[in-house]
């Protein structure tokens, strides 16, 4: 399994390949900046002799939910007290109605409050907390029964263990790869 921070960097690198093949494709994802957001194509198109690894970098951060490349990979790399944990855990299809929090003491409670079965866990959405079931961490093509979860204590803001919850990022990315 690929470490998350790499998945990144190999995607980073991909997207300046195609940049500089002037595909349209690429060049749209270059919307993601805040600088291009309201870019045209030609004004994409002439930003892109310009754009540089770093930009890359910080495009598929933002596409995985995070402010910063450097935010991302504090997250991706299991650094304690990591700012923001993008909303990699949060699907397009948004559709399904968790339990939100304002803060991980209220999200904690809940979760230590519902019953053991069917199991819980405890996801991040930017800043926010959300309390979500099974099938909801099937949708984002993760194993539900990922011993990683155990390990993490089915907890992703506080995890139990660093390097288990960079694990099922990587996951989580892989599940991505594609749609990005």
């Not at 004004?43 to 754009?51: D, E, F, Q, S, Y």
């Not at 405890?122 to 155990?150: E, I, M, N, Q």
Request: hydrophobic share 45%; net charge positive.
């Amino acid at each position: 399994m690929i470490d998350p921070v790499r998945e990144l960097k190999i995607r980073a690198e991909l997207l300046h390949k195609r940049l500089a093949s002037n595909d349209a494709q690429a060049l749209s994802r270059l919307r993601a900046l805040p600088e291009l957001v309201r870019a045209d194509e030609a004004a994409l198109t002439a930003a892109v002799p310009g754009i540089r690894r770093k930009h890359c970098l910080a495009v598929v951060a933002r596409e995985c939910g995070f402010s910063s490349w450097e935010r991302a990979r504090l997250a991706l790399a299991g650094e304690p007290g990591a700012p923001e944990l993008g909303t990699l855990l949060y699907g397009r299809d948004g559709g399904v109605l968790h339990h939100w929090f304002a803060t991980y003491d209220e999200a904690r409670a809940h979760l230590e409050a519902l019953p053991q079965a069917p199991r819980s866990y405890l996801l991040t959405y930017k800043r926010h907390f959300f309390v979500a079931d099974r099938a909801f961490v099937a949708s984002l093509g993760l194993d539900p029964d990922d011993p990683d979860w155990r390990a993490i204590g089915w907890d992703w803001a506080r995890p139990a263990d660093l390097a288990a919850r960079s694990r099922l990022y990587a996951k989580r990315l892989a599940a991505t790869r594609g749609t990005a």
